[in-house]
């Protein structure tokens, strides 16, 4: 009993004194999933070994613009994001909360915003095409989404050019 309280207090479910379960609060859970959005942005762009500026600057756009946020708000989500996954064991906790919230619409659309990171420095290093392949089987979705949304971003990156 203890144990489950720990871990509720943790993943942000609060506990009255006598030990019942209540359940999250909109806010707090609807944080839990930015911060999990984010890690996943987050550990992508440093996947190889480098944190490139443009990857920082890619995923402070796409934070910002993905959930609505101030400057300081998008600062304030990427630190604790960083913190969460500096204190994670593996990226399946993010994906996990993510595939029990978000539609496959918005599970593409996630992909799409890793695939903006991994192009935000023009290259595709093997691992970090190994790295999205692996998120896009955790977030439970098909090859073909996959590709199409990789195909989505490089037409939308030459687009711009």
């Not at 998008?74 to 994670?88: A, G, P, R, V, W």
Request: charged share 30%; proline share 0%; aromatic share 6%.
């Amino acid at each position: 009993m203890i144990i489950n309280n720990i871990k509720d207090i943790l993943f942000g479910k609060a506990v009255d004194q006598a030990g019942k379960k209540e359940t999250e609060s909109g806010a707090a859970h609807e944080k839990r999933l930015k911060i999990a959005a984010c890690a996943l942005l987050l550990e992508i762009a440093a996947f190889d070994g480098h944190f490139h500026d443009e990857e920082k600057k890619v995923i402070n756009r796409l934070v910002k613009s993905k959930f609505g946020l101030t400057h300081k708000e998008t600062k304030e989500l990427i630190d604790l994001s960083h913190k969460e996954l500096k204190n994670s064991i593996d990226l399946w906790q993010f994906t996990k909360l993510i595939n029990l919230n978000y539609t496959k619409k918005e599970r593409v659309h996630l992909i799409e915003m890793l695939w903006e990171v991994v192009y935000a420095d023009e290259h595709l290093h093997g691992h970090e095409d190994f790295l999205v392949h692996k998120l896009a089987k955790l977030l439970k979705l098909q090859h073909k989404d996959l590709i199409g949304a990789k195909i989505r971003v490089k037409l939308n990156n030459q687009a711009k050019d």
